[in-house]
Each structure stands twice: as structure tokens, then as C-alpha cells.
């Protein structure tokens, strides 16, 4: 996989919870959390629209992670 510019992460809570977004060179959006790096989420700049106007509308708020 050619290199991805990751922004700085984004944590939620207590600070645990981070989420970072990269780019690669062609646009290609991918998402990872920092505590699991090597798992990455390739997606599409529409799709990723799509789930940041979902969870900035609160739709998400009622899922939590479990482990």
C-alpha cells in the first residue's frame, strides 16, 4: 500500500477513543483507531460524508464498542 498522510487523531471521552483520518496521494479517505493502527477502513469520500453527517446528527450516539 502506497504511503497515507494521518491527520491528528480525534479523541472522544476520556481520551481514549481516538480516531484518525488519512488521505492516501489519490484522494482514497481511510479511517483507523490509534490503539489498533495496522486495522484500516478504506472507504469513499461520498461514504465518508455520509457517516460524519450521520454521527454530527447524533444517529450514532446510542452504539457503543464492545470488546
Not at 481516538?18 to 484522494?27: E, K, M, R, S, T
Not at 495496522?38 to 469513499?44: F, S
Amino acid at each position: 500500500m502506497s504511503e497515507i498522510d494521518w491527520q491528528e487523531p480525534f479523541c472522544g471521552g476520556g481520551g481514549n477513543a481516538c480516531l484518525q483520518l488519512g488521505l492516501h496521494a489519490h484522494g482514497t479517505p481511510h479511517l483507523r483507531e490509534t490503539d489498533r493502527p495496522g486495522e484500516i477502513l478504506t472507504t469513499t469520500p461520498t461514504a465518508l460524508a455520509a457517516l460524519i453527517t450521520t454521527a454530527r446528527r447524533g444517529d450514532l450516539d446510542q452504539l457503543r464498542r464492545s470488546r
